[in-house]
C-alpha cells in the first residue's frame, strides 16, 4: 500500500512500551542476522587489510547516502548495512586469537540484559527516571563493595570504567585534603592516574621508577619521607601491561607510617576477589581509602561497567550536590531517593543492570569459574611457550597477561610482526616494554579459549617468524 498524498509518514516505532518488544522482534532478527553474516565474512579476529582498506570497505558499502541521507533506507536496510559493516570490519573479542588489550568479549546474558536497559532507557540521576533501577543500581553496588571491604557500610559508585573511578578516587583524596595534594604512583600505574591530578589542578604527579614491574616498597618509603604535604599513594592490582600485583600489605604499611591515603587501581584485578582460588592475591585491598574495578576487563561485560568502591558510604559525601529539576529538597525530604552524589555525570545509564543480571545468572561459583579458567588458560600459554625453543617467556603470569618473544628477533622485528598479523587480519597481540625490551603480549580474556587455539597461535607465530 502505498501513503496517500498528504497522509504523514508512520513514525518508527518507539523500543518502550507495551508495543515496544513486538517492534523490536523483527528488528532483532535482521540485526542477529547480520551479526552472523558480517563474523562469517571477517573470517578472522579481524578484518584483513589494515586501516586504509576498512575505511575503504565502509565508504564503499554506505555509498553515497552516507550515514545522513536526505530520505531514510528504513529501519530494516540501516540495520542490515550497519551492523554486517560493523561485524565484518570488528576486532572481535570472541575470536580467541584477539588478545591484545584488556578487551574482554562480553557474556551473551550481560548483552542480552544490556538489551533491556537500552530499551526502556533508565537514568540514573533521578528516582523519577529509575525507579527499579536505582534500586537494583544500590543493591548491586553494596554486595560488590563487600566484596571488598568487610566494613558495615561498605560502598561503590558505578562508572564507565577504571578511568573515571581513579579520577573520582583522587578527586575525593583532594577533598580530604585540599589542593597541595601530592599523588605518588609507580612507572607501572595507569595513565589515567597522573591525568587526574592534571585534570584536578593538584601539583604534578610523581612517578617512582618500577624496573621490576612493580612498586618497590624501598623507594615508596624514601619518597614519602621526602614529600611534604598530604599525600595519595596509588598502587595496581593487576597492571595493565603485565597483570602484576604491587605488594599491597608493604604498601598499606608505609602509607599508615607517613599517613598517607591509599588508592588501589584493581581495573584489572579486582575481581579476583570473588576467586575462592585467587583471592589471596589480593590480600590487603581493604586497606585502600577507595578501590577501582572495572567488569568490562575480568567481569565479561560489554563496555562500560567500572566501579569505586570505598569502605564506608561517608566517603562518598563530597559528591553531594543539589539541583533543583532533580532532587529537589523537598523531595528529599519526602523520601525520594537522592542520586545525583553518586555519579559526576547528570543522565548515566543503567550499567548496573547488566552487572547484576550476570551475577545473578553465574552465581559466585559462576564467575569463579571464569576467572579460574582464564588464568589457567593463560598459564597454558605460558607454559608452551616456555617450553618452545623458537621463544622467549618473560615470566609465569600472575593474572592472564602472557609477555613473550621470538627468541631471535630484535625489536623492530617483532614490532613489524605484530602488525603484520594486524594487517593480514590473522591475530592481535599487544606489544610492551619491558626489561629495555619490546615483548609481544597476549591478554587472555576468553574463557572458551582452548588448548588447541593456544596451540594455533603458536604455529602461526611460528611461521610468521621463520623467514
Ligand atoms: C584498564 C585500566 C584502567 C582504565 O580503565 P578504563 O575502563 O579503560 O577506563 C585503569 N587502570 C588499570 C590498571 C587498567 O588496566
Known amino acids: 500500500m502505498t501513503a496517500q498524498p498528504g ?3 508512520a513514525l518508527p516505532p518507539l523500543a518502550g512500551g507495551p508495543g515496544g518488544p ?5 528488528l532483532l532478527d535482521t540485526v542477529l542476522d547480520a551479526l552472523t553474516t558480517g563474523a562469517h565474512d571477517r573470517h578472522g579476529p579481524l578484518p584483513a587489510g589494515g586501516p586504509d582498506a576498512v575505511t575503504a570497505r565502509v565508504h564503499a558499502v554506505l555509498g553515497d547516502a552516507g ?11 540501516a540495520l542490515r548495512t550497519l551492523v554486517h559493516t560493523l561485524a565484518a570490519g570488528a576486532a572481535d573479542p570472541a575470536d580467541p586469537l584477539c588478545a591484545a588489550h584488556l578487551h574482554c568479549p562480553p557474556l551473551a546474558v550481560a548483552t542480552a540484559a544490556d538489551l533491556a536497559a537500552a530499551a526502556l532507557n533508565p537514568s540514573l540521576d533521578s528516582w523519577d527516571q529509575a525507579p527499579a533501577a536505582s534500586t537494583l543500581e544500590a543493591l548491586l553496588t553494596r554486595t560488590l563493595a563487600a566484596e571488598f571491604y568487610l566494613t558495615p557500610h561498605a560502598d561503590a ?9 581513579n579520577q573520582l578516587a583522587v578527586l575525593l583524596a583532594r577533598e580530604r585534603h585540599g589542593p597541595a595534594l601530592t599523588v605518588l604512583h609507580g612507572a607501572n600505574a595507569h595513565h589515567s592516574l597522573p591525568r587526574a591530578a592534571w585534570l584536578l589542578g593538584l601539583p604534578p604527579a610523581t612517578e617512582l621508577p618500577t624496573p621490576a614491574g612493580t612498586l618497590d616498597p624501598a623507594r615508596l618509603a624514601d619518597a614519602l ?13 593487576g597492571t595493565t601491561d603485565a597483570g602484576l600485583i604491587d605488594p599491597i600489605h608493604r604498601i598499606a604499611d608505609l602509607c599508615d607510617r607517613y599517613g598517607a591515603d591509599l588508592h588501589i587501581d584493581a581495573a584489572y584485578g579486582g575481581l579476583l576477589a570473588l576467586s575462592p582460588r585467587h583471592r589471596d592475591k589480593l590480600a590487603g585491598l581493604d586497606r585502600a581509602h ?7 576487563k575480568l567481569g565479561w561485560q560489554p563496555v562500560a561497567a567500572g566501579l569505586l568502591a570505598v569502605p564506608d558510604t561517608t566517603l562518598l559525601t563530597p559528591l553531594a550536590h543539589q539541583a533543583d529539576y532533580l532532587n529537589a529538597t523537598d523531595d528529599t525530604e519526602a523520601g525520594l531517593p537522592d542520586l545525583l552524589g553518586r ?3 547528570t543522565t548515566r545509564r543503567p550499567d548496573a543492570f547488566k552487572i547484576a543480571t550476570t551475577l545473578r545468572a553465574l552465581g559466585r561459583d559462576g564467575i569463579a569459574a571464569l576467572i579460574d579458567r582464564t588464568i589457567d588458560t593463560a598459564r597454558h600459554l605460558a607454559r608452551l611457550l616456555d617450553a618452545h625453543p623458537r621463544f622467549e617467556l618473560h615470566a609465569p603470569p600472575t593474572l592472564t597477561t602472557v609477555l613473550f618473544r621470538p627468541t631471535h628477533a630484535d625489536d623492530d622485528h617483532l614490532a613489524t610482526l605484530r602488525r603484520t598479523l594486524l594487517h593480514q587480519g590473522r591475530a592481535v597481540l599487544g606489544r610492551t616494554h619491558a626489561d629495555g625490551r619490546l615483548w609481544l603480549k597476549a ?3 576468553n574463557p572458551h579459549t582452548t588448548a588447541g587455539d593456544l596451540d594455533q597461535l603458536i604455529s602461526l607465530l611460528e611461521g610468521s617468524t621463520h623467514r
Open 7 to 9: 497522509t504523514p509518514p
Open 22 to 26: 513486538t517492534a523490536l522482534r523483527p
Open 67 to 77: 550515514v545522513l541521507p536526505a530520505h531514510g533506507t528504513g529501519a530494516h536496510e
Open 157 to 165: 559508585l558505578v562508572t564507565t570504567g577504571g578511568t573515571e573511578a
Open 225 to 237: 619521607a621526602t614529600t611534604p604535604g598530604p599525600t595519595l599513594v596509588t598502587a595496581t592490582a
Open 290 to 296: 577507595s578501590i577501582t574495578v572495572d567488569l568490562h
Open 343 to 345: 555519579s559526576l555525570r
Open 443 to 445: 591478554t587472555l580474556l
